[in-house]
């Protein structure tokens, strides 16, 4: 039988085969594009994170004859798919900023003339004069919004564009939104924010990742955590699929570690340069210049020994496969937002790990609420998988690793009492130099209950887990 989808995944991006999902999804777009499945004329597409989600669009853009919208968060991410989708022969054009009226309308007119298969867009664009014109006069049968979980996540705060994409793209034939990670919230928030209440069918893959090993760990000092896990880390060639870490081991090799602020990322950077054997360490985040970051891009997709210290600037549609640890310094403010981090790692389905590191104070005044589920995934005792596919109305059919079934599970810091200690009898300022064991210029103090039990620690470790205390 003439297999029609997959002739053209092979032709013309070179896959081998197809997923069950990626085959749905595909034909289910192309139908509804046809007429033939009325049902499917506004779309929500969840499939893991390395599910292949983009093939899953590129493959109808690639068919149908009238061009296709893709509207993407990042600037990055656009550049990165439009090299993608020209290397596979596609004939595409991106809509962006500082365009002259001459270099839009010859797009447009590209479009009207069946000479383009794709047209690539952020919300802002489109969210002009020009980008509400050129959505009608473009005569697009199919617009898909990838990572569609940021209409919800940062629609109501720091994009107001991506609230306003349901009415630009309301007379569409076809509107199909993707996501990695769609909790029932999630799925609501589009359904009323870009389908404006309109008939959504949905395609719904289960959102476990086998390969992933999840731990939580307690610690005192994040930077001494993390110097800790990557005083070793190690290259492994065939990732250990037993491997469930605990507080101490070490970290494999090529890790992400995700911090909630630039100056962390650059923080974690430098003490980890300092202080481990790990030489190929740098830090991402969107203040960086971006020519900087696409070199710290590029630098870390080669990259098979190296450590990259990041916000959530970095990652999003990302394709390096062979992240073997994911590692975040603090809790995300939601399950959806872990989720979709956690997952960098693991996405050539080989074993890995996703660790989050969780110090006393690191959700206080300041900083994003975490969510109830995620703070049931982080606290309550019992399999960190099943909160996760809780969260996402999936149920558990067993737990492939995690900490919690593991048995290696930790409740408390090995330092948390000792720090606490310190800080009640000597006061916050005095029990970082205790602690230190400072002998020239405290020679008295030899005799201190606790003196020099942390002189092991490098000076920041130490006053991390004080103010991590105080």
Known sequence: MN???????????????????QRLVAGTILNACRGDEEHARRLVAVLPTGGGKSLCFQLPASILEKPTLIVYPLLSLIADQQRRMREAGLRIAV???GQTKRERSDIVQTCRTGDLDAVLASPEVLDSSFGREAVEACGFGLAVIDEAHCVTEWGSSFRESYLKLGSLLRNLPVVVAFTATA?????????ETLFEHEPV????????????????????????????GFQYAYVCPEPD????????????LPAIVFCRTRGETERVARHLSAHTRIRNVRAYHAGLPSDERTRIEEWFFRADDAVLCATCAYGMGVDKSNIRTVVHTQAPSTIE???????????????????????????????PATDTRMEKFMYDDRCRRESILEAFGARSDGCAGCDHCAGTREYEAAESTLIQKLIRTYGPTAAARVARGDRLR???WVFLPGFGCLQDWPRGEIQDAIENFG
């Open 201 to 228: 069918h949905h395609i719904i893959a289960h959102p476990d990742r086998p390969e992933l090993r999840y731990t939580v760990i307690p610690v005192v000092s994040v930077l001494h955590s993390l110097t800790e």
């Open 3 to 21: 297999d029609y989808l997959l002739d053209e995944a092979r032709s013309r991006f070179g896959t081998r085969s197809l997923y069950p999902y």
């Open 183 to 191: 909790s029932a919230r999630t799925l609501s928030g589009l359904g």
């Open 95 to 97: 809509f962006r900023g």
């Open 337 to 367: 937002a872990y989720v979709q981090e956690a997952g960098r790692a693991g996405r050539d389905k080989q074993a890995a790990s996703a660790i989050l590191l969780v110090a006393p104070g690191r959700n206080g005044s300041g900083q």
């Open 241 to 252: 699929p037993f491997l469930v870490h605990k507080a101490g081991d070490a970290f494999q």
């Open 442 to 444: 405290h020679a008295s």
